[in-house]
């Protein structure tokens, strides 16, 4: 039963009925109403917070030397490795063939674009003047100055920007067909017209269906390469900095399985409420949890890697300073938040070999919010840790939050809630197309064989 | 069910993909222009004076020399606005009566300098040295025109960052005799026969053109 990635009985009316449904016709709830109305706060904070920080200046942070990064890198960075997800999801399980991606990688891909929304608003204002960014570009300025290439900080302005445009084109991209769809049926002319020049002429005919497979294909080919570029350019940017505790080369590897762990939890962190909500347990079956939750256990032992790999490395090279760094961040000030990440990302995460807790929607949210937590505390140990006690005694220093800090942090995950929300109510949260497509492969194959469709 | 679109409205979304596109590029043709355009950069453009003072008349015609009013070109970073009591060496005794000339013997009766509306005005961040380029061969022409063709003090270049580093970056274009330095209407060979002659000035000048595009050199 729980094999499946689809329940059985479904037609390709009843898909396309139960998804667009929720887009189309069912009322709009109080508890949803109460969610935007909560998160639209939390987001008008983020505007006051920015809104204040464009006036004053970084000077509002609590970020100052030794830790000159403070919250904003580690929310960078949490941000975008939750994005990761979402393109792992939607374009290398494509590519892999594994058809129960089919009803996550439309959220997943909207997760995707709002994480790095979130994301990309942190350097930008740890920029200092961030209505400067554009110097960042190569273009010709009357300054005559080029971008310093040798800067992975340029490289992720590349990296991130790339990673924004491809995973929006993907996602509007695979949205057309069921844009054409809600174009159809939807009862009021508005939303026939919204979703008429959205859908940009989709008559469903055979030409259209082969260009748009060679294009989805060819997408998902770019993408790919991008869900393991991106995260290593963000691990390069600690990497390539002098700074023991950064000086790593396994940063990247570590950073790119990091991003995937995070994204799945995240993904799971919003797919459990979702399915319960909206009655989707017939799409996002126990299959998918049980998928999610392996995939956030393999990548949560990679993490594990690489935290006694620094470990290992900073004992076996024998320097002073990594070791002082390493001990330090273990019983330094900062030592409850090491413990507590991994507490939160690696030994709460173990429970997961365990197929009860797999298939267990509630404990698997429960596992989902811990990991989030535990990247999060992740990156703040590596930008914190390391910063606040470097080569000299006479530069150490601590960093305390302010409560911009925390203002701007949760607004952030308003905005991004807020996103989702609206997300959910005006386009389909699971891919139309491709769930019919899903049902009738499923239908043709005899009736238990279908269960292993997708292995 | 009614078509939501005519049919027309398909030449306007393949317009908008293509016309966007264009658009964009446009607008960044548009900008990037506007931004180097004397609008922003006041290249060219001549400026009010409480007295109407007239580069063409006194370098030009009566052939005076730059450091007589600016005295201290030579040896500070700031070439010296020439105070009243410069003006009266000779309008003490010279068109002591002329109407324009009335804020100058009013200042000098009172005691209180001219206010001259500054022409050439780098921003606060740029450290500019004008003794330096003196020292090294640098004329006042290259950077501020034909100063004894202007009837009123005009901005001769754009000021651009990416001015200035168009000859911090290649000297040897713009690089003169030292003798020459003041010398309005010299010409520069032109051609390889410059490129020739400034490689030899930057050596024998001892220009450290690895150093001149330090950010730090302007930027302090």
Redesign the interface.
């Known amino acids: 039963m729980t094999d499946q990635v689809i329940q059985p009985g479904h037609t390709f009316a009843t898909v396309t009925d139960k998804i667009a449904s929720i887009v189309l016709t069912r009322p709009i709830g109080r508890g949803w109403l109460v969610l935007v109305v909560i998160t639209g706060f939390l987001t008008i904070m983020l505007s006051t917070a920015v809104g204040y920080l464009l006036a004053v200046g970084v000077g509002i942070w609590g970020v100052d030397v030794p830790v000159a990064w403070g919250f904003a890198i580690v929310n960078f960075v949490w941000w975008i490795g939750i994005g990761h997800a979402g393109t792992f999801i939607s374009a290398f399980l494509l590519l892999l063939r594994q058809d129960w991606r089919t009803s996550i990688n439309r959220f997943a891909e909207a997760m995707t674009l709002f994480a790095v929304a979130c994301a990309g608003l942190f350097p930008l204002l740890h920029l200092g003047r961030p209505w400067f960014f554009y110097w960042l570009f190569p273009?010709?300025?009357?300054?005559?100055?080029w971008p310093q290439w040798r800067s992975p900080l340029v490289w992720d302005v590349f990296a991130v920007s790339t990673y924004a445009t491809v995973s929006l084109i993907f996602w509007y991209v695979g949205l057309i067909p069921d844009l054409a769809t809600l174009?159809d049926r939807s009862r009021h002319r508005v939303g026939?017209?919204v979703y008429?020049i959205l859908a940009?002429?989709w008559r469903n005919s055979a030409r259209h269906w082969h260009r748009y497979q060679m294009a989805y294909l060819l997408l998902a080919g770019l993408a790919a390469p991008l869900v393991v570029s991106v995260h290593s350019i963000v691990g390069m940017d600690f990497a390539s900095a002098q700074l023991p505790g950064w000086h790593s080369t396994i940063f990247p590897p570590y950073f790119v399985a990091g991003a995937i762990f995070s994204g799945f939890a995240m993904v799971m962190t919003l797919a459990i409420p979702l399915r319960a909500v909206y009655g989707l347990k017939d799409f996002i079956t126990a299959r998918h949890l049980d998928n999610c939750a392996k995939l956030m256990l393999v990548t949560g032992l990679i993490v594990a890697y690489g935290y006694s790999s620094e470990i290992f490395l900073a004992w076996l090279s024998g320097n002073e300073f990594e070791w002082y760094m390493t001990t330090n961040r273990m019983g330094g000030a900062y030592g409850p938040a090491f413990w507590a990440l991994i507490l939160c990302n690696v030994v709460i995460p173990q429970s997961l070999w365990f197929k009860r807790v797999r298939v267990n929607p509630k404990t698997l949210w429960i596992v989902s919010l811990v990991i989030n937590v535990g990247m999060w505390l992740e990156r703040y140990v590596i930008v914190i840790t390391s910063l606040h006690r470097d080569f000299l005694p006479s530069s150490w220093g601590m960093y305390y939050p302010t409560i911009w800090d925390w203002a701007t942090f949760i607004g952030t995950l308003g905005f991004f809630l807020l996103c989702v929300l609206l997300f959910i109510r005006v386009l389909p949260a699971i891919s139309i197309f491709e769930m019919r497509e899903l049902v009738h492969e499923t239908s043709l194959a005899p009736a238990p064989a279908a269960a292993e469709g997708g292995k | 069910m009614a078509q939501i679109f005519h049919p027309a409205t398909n030449v306007i979304a393949k317009a908008t993909i293509f016309g966007g596109l264009f658009l964009l590029a446009f607008v960044c043709y548009v900008a990037a222009g506007v931004e180097r355009s004397p609008w922003i950069t006041h290249e060219g453009m001549y400026r009010e004076q409480p007295v109407p003072f007239s580069h063409e008349h006194h370098v030009g015609g009566l052939g005076i020399d730059c450091r007589y009013c600016h005295t201290s070109v030579e040896t500070s970073p700031f070439a010296g606005i020439p105070a009243t009591k410069v003006c009266m060496t000779c309008h003490s005794r010279l068109w002591t009566n002329a109407a324009l000339l009335e804020p100058v013997r009013e200042s000098w009766n009172l005691n209180k300098p001219i206010a001259w509306t500054r022409v050439h005005d780098l921003p606060d961040y740029v450290y500019f040295n004008h003794s330096i380029h003196v020292a090294k061969g640098v004329g006042c022409a290259t950077c501020h025109g034909r100063v004894d063709r202007m009837p009123l003090m005009m901005q001769a270049h754009s000021l651009r960052m990416e001015w200035c580093l168009d000859c911090h970056r290649n000297p040897e274009k713009y690089v003169r005799p030292k003798e020459k330095v003041f010398d309005m209407a010299y010409e520069p060979p032109g051609g390889r026969e410059q490129t020739a002659l400034g490689e030899k000035l930057v050596q024998q000048y001892h220009i450290r053109k690895e150093q001149l595009t330090n950010c730090a050199v302007c930027h302090r």
Do not use: H
């Open positions: 273009y010709p300025n009357t300054m005559k100055l174009r026939r017209v008429g940009m002429g």
